[in-house]
């Protein structure tokens, strides 16, 4: 009798319901994500995942939106307003969900993205960066924190069909 184990995969955590976050999964969390059902998954790294993870999307008919290709090559440079715009178009489409965001080890790109999303959702900023770190650990960006604090929500498209957590 076997048993199936589900292992999320490193820096998992759900946003909000239908709205998760991790790094890179490796083949031991491809049972784990199955389970979500997801339809959609938003990278934020500039260079392309494994080819196991790829191969896992296509089998699972999974929608794939690369955005980090729009940012800077440099896996060191912030990333940009471009791309924060870009992601919460598609997080903020319910069409999307269940959907997850990633980069390489969820820290980073995924935590601004999350960060930008809280402060459009009204969170305080204490909470945002406090969510933040939780995520970054030891290494915390303090230009990612401080990209969260300037960011315009105004310039945020808002459709008139989102999700109910927003």
Known sequence: MSSQHF??????????????????PNELNFPFLEKLGLKTVVWLAPEEP?????????????????LG???????????????????????????NHPMTVMCNLGRHRTGTIVGCLRKLQKWNLTSIFEEYRRY???????LNEQFIELFDTDLVR????RPKWL
Do not use: C
């Open 136 to 142: 970054a650990g030891p290494k915390v960006r303090v």
């Open 158 to 161: 808002v459709p008139v069909n």
């Open 50 to 66: 494994n080819q196991r993870f790829l191969n896992f999307i296509d089998d699972q008919d999974i929608k794939w939106q690369h």
């Open 7 to 24: 292992i999320p995969p490193l820096n998992y955590g759900m946003i909000e319901e239908d709205l998760y976050r991790s790094g890179q």
């Open 69 to 95: 290709v729009m940012s800077s090559v440099n896996a060191l440079d912030p990333i940009t307003e471009e791309v924060v715009l870009a992601a919460l178009e598609i997080i903020l489409n319910p069409r």
